[in-house]
């Protein structure tokens, strides 16, 4: 029971990390309808851009606590990414906003490439430890093993997931984006600045994609140029799980996905005799996804919020 | 102004974005001087080399580049006279990828720019299915790093290997565990050529040490999150685990051990022992042992140069560089005796060379792997990996003593 217990909190953990990026991806699809595929890499360049941050701080020898360097490693890493976003709608989807929807898709695979090689110039190609900043106090629950920061990452995703909820529901940016994604034509001749609501949409996305990053990072004290590409893919498939563009969607869809290969990891092995083993733990997001297309395209959560509303 | 019938278009196009990022390719080398027909004062020679360069081993795979880059140049600062002209060598550097696909293409591109040898590749995986590309088209080929044993047992004349194979380094690893106490042991790999067969090398000599294996798990060479698999793994309540596999994955896996309260020993093979490793694993490192074919780098017979020389320009050694360096110096070598840069007529030189490498003696059985071959046991003590013993090769009588911290940082 204990390891059933244990494996429910791996599964949740890395659920709520597969959340904090689908978060991105979604809340970009429901109001442009676009796939940002360089989302994953976005995230990736906030967790490297903090690395420096904090390589540079504890270099300097200032004796601060850990998460106050964490934070200030985010608080640069924050607006790098916010800014990369902004370019990358500007230079890349912005001037495709009329052409076929499948132009802007392959740009954005163009981007998450580009990103890869420039990261991979400019930090190397090494794999970089993440310094343990953050506080991980293990707690037995039961048997099983929890820590502060896994605490902290699933209460992260959730907030995350509130305050973007607020944003789209309750604030005068919020409806500007609803009526954007409902038609920009006609939200523009209300008077909505399209071009400055998407670029919002984009910076925020960002700058939730350099929380992720930062959070992952420090979770698994690895950062790696290569590291935004399958958290990217396994997002993107929480995100399509939950109803892609439906913020609450991607939270549940995060979390399904994080507890399905989990579970499906730790007991494959002995439930087939050992025929099949956890090496196959990647397959599991991926079936998933595809029975998700299959029995329910739109979904869990279905419609995109934005058409609900 | 529904949007959603184009989301099966984009989904198809999602999984053609997971193939274009497998098959994207490195920017390619600087095309080479085109070969002189005729009889000049000085020709260009060709010399393949093949490792990862992008992708999560890519500092692994940088790594062989340099060195092998740095015979190179060393060699061209010589101005070798090869039959009677000047030879220049060129490196051409492919990157594969850790991919067994692509490493057949960049193999079949090398063939096709008539490289006349190959240095690579890194992996196994990628070694193994290259290597009957290489065969056909009569090149010799130099591996520094791929272990496994099939990569020999094919009957290729021109494979070789500067290194101890997966048979020996398993075996020391599994005798060391049983003989440290290990009774129950739990086997983790990565599913690689190298990972899965130093895995499968090493239960084979845990078992017939009389230790039980309780559990073996899988991970991916690209992989993050142990979690799952590790709390598998603590429900069988081992004494040992073993993970057969790359630094990259090592480290984290240490680190995840420790935050789920698994108390086992750790012990892993030459894919995880580099200084890359200590960092990932952070405090979990401390005491984690594992092995490495060859001496330790500070008892390496040309050590002392070699690691100014490279770290002065390259900075740190990762693993293999010393092993990508002699083995280019091994294939060059071959060439000046047979002085002739004909594949055909060194091949047979190659084979027969005895020659003192910077990481030992390099000479070669008949099927290719390296003769005589030491592996050393490394653990990680105060944050640096301390050379624990030697067994095999000529260095076996020094073992008792514990070295000071290979300089690998």
């Known amino acids: ?309 | 102004m529904s949007r959603r019938p184009a989301l099966g278009v984009i989904l198809s196009f999602a999984f053609a974005f997971i193939l274009a990022a497998c098959g994207k390719e490195a920017p390619p080398p600087p095309a080479p001087k085109a070969e002189a027909p005729k009889p000049p004062p000085e020709i260009t020679v060709k010399i393949g080399q093949a490792s990862p360069l992008t992708g999560p081993q890519a500092h692994l795979g940088k790594d062989n580049d340099n060195g092998a880059r740095l015979a190179i140049e060393e060699m061209n600062a010589k101005g070798l006279m090869i039959a009677g002209a000047k030879v220049k060598f060129e490196l051409m550097s492919e990157d594969d990828q850790a991919d067994p696909k692509t490493g057949t293409i960049v193999a079949q591109k090398m063939v096709d720019a008539k490289v006349a040898g190959v240095i690579g590749h890194l992996n196994s995986g990628t070694t193994i299915p290259a290597s009957k590309i290489y065969n056909d088209a009569g090149i010799p080929q130099v591996s520094p790093s791929a272990t496994n044993p099939k990569y020999t047992e094919q009957g290729y004349k021109g494979a070789f290997r500067v290194m101890a194979n997966d048979v020996q380094q398993g075996k020391v690893l599994g005798e060391y565990a049983v003989k440290t106490g290990a009774k129950r042991i739990a086997i983790i790999d990565d599913r690689t050529a190298y990972g899965q067969g130093l895995a499968d090398e090493f239960e084979k000599a845990a078992k017939a040490g009389g230790a039980n294996v309780v559990g073996r798990e899988f991970t991916s060479d690209k992989a993050t999150d142990f979690r799952s698999i590790l709390t598998s793994v603590k429900a069988k309540k081992p004494d040992l685990v073993f993970y057969g596999g790359m630094d990259g994955q090592a480290g984290p896996m240490a680190a995840q051990m420790k935050s789920l309260g698994i108390k086992a020993r750790f012990l892993g093979g030459d894919g995880a022992q580099s200084a890359e490793f200590i960092k990932l694993a952070g405090p979990a490192a401390e005491g984690v042992i594992a092995s490495s074919p060859g001496l330790p780098l500070d008892k390496m017979p040309g050590s002392k140069g070699f690691t100014e020389k490279f770290t002065s320009k390259y900075g740190p050694i990762q693993i293999y560089a010393p092993y990508a360096y002699d083995a280019t110096m091994t294939l060059i070598e071959a060439m000046v005796k047979a002085d002739s840069v004909v594949p055909a007529k060194y091949l047979p030189v190659l084979a027969k060379i005895t020659r003192q490498g910077v990481t030992g003696p390099v000479a070669f059985d008949e099927k290719g792997d390296l003769r005589n071959s030491p592996i050393t046991l490394y653990v990680v003590k105060e944050g640096k990996w301390d050379a624990l013993e030697t067994v095999g090769g000529e260095a076996a009588a020094s073992a008792a003593a514990p070295a000071p911290a290979p300089d690998k940082k």
């Open chain 1, 1 to 309: 029971m204990d390891i059933f217990l244990q494996q429910l909190i791996n599964g949740v953990v890395l659920g709520a990390i597969y959340a904090l990026v689908a978060l991105g991806y979604t809340m970009v699809y429901g109001i442009l309808g676009l796939i940002n595929f360089a989302h994953g890499e976005v995230v990736m360049i906030g967790a490297l851009v903090a690395l420096t941050v904090i390589q540079l701080l504890v270099g300097s020898g200032i004796a601060l606590p850990g998460p106050a360097i964490a934070a200030l490693g985010l608080l640069v890493a924050m607006p790098v990414c916010m800014a990369l976003g902004y370019a990358i709608e500007r230079v890349a989807y912005r001037p495709l906003r009329g052409a076929p929807r499948l132009a802007p898709l392959i740009t954005a695979i163009g981007v998450s490439i580009l990103l890869q090689n420039v990261a991979m110039i400019v930090w190397g190609r090494q794999y970089h430890s993440f310094p343990a900043l953050l506080p991980a106090t293990p707690h037995q629950i039961g048997g099983a093993t929890l820590n502060d920061l896994q605490i902290f990452i699933v209460l992260l995703a959730a907030a995350v997931m509130a305050a973007l909820l607020a944003i789209v529901h309750r604030t005068r940016l919020g409806r500007a984006m609803r009526a954007t994604a409902q038609n920009p034509e006609v939200a523009g001749l209300m008077g909505v600045n399209i071009n400055t609501v998407i670029s919002i949409t984009f910076v925020i996305g960002s700058a939730l994609a350099a929380v992720a990053g930062v959070m992952i990072s420090a979770y698994y004290g690895v950062a790696h140029y290569f590291m935004g590409f399958m958290l990217g893919l396994k997002a993107f498939t929480a995100a399509v799980l939950g109803g892609i563009g439906n913020i609450a969607g991607a939270m549940l869809g995060g979390l399904l996905l994080g507890v399905i290969e989990s579970l499906g990891a730790g007991y494959i092995g002995p439930l087939t005799g050992g025929f099949l083993g956890s090496h196959y733990q990647d397959v599991f997001a991926f079936l998933v996804l595809i029975l998700v297309l299959v029995f329910r395209p739109s979904g869990l959560l279905g419609e995109r919020v934005a058409e609900r509303s």
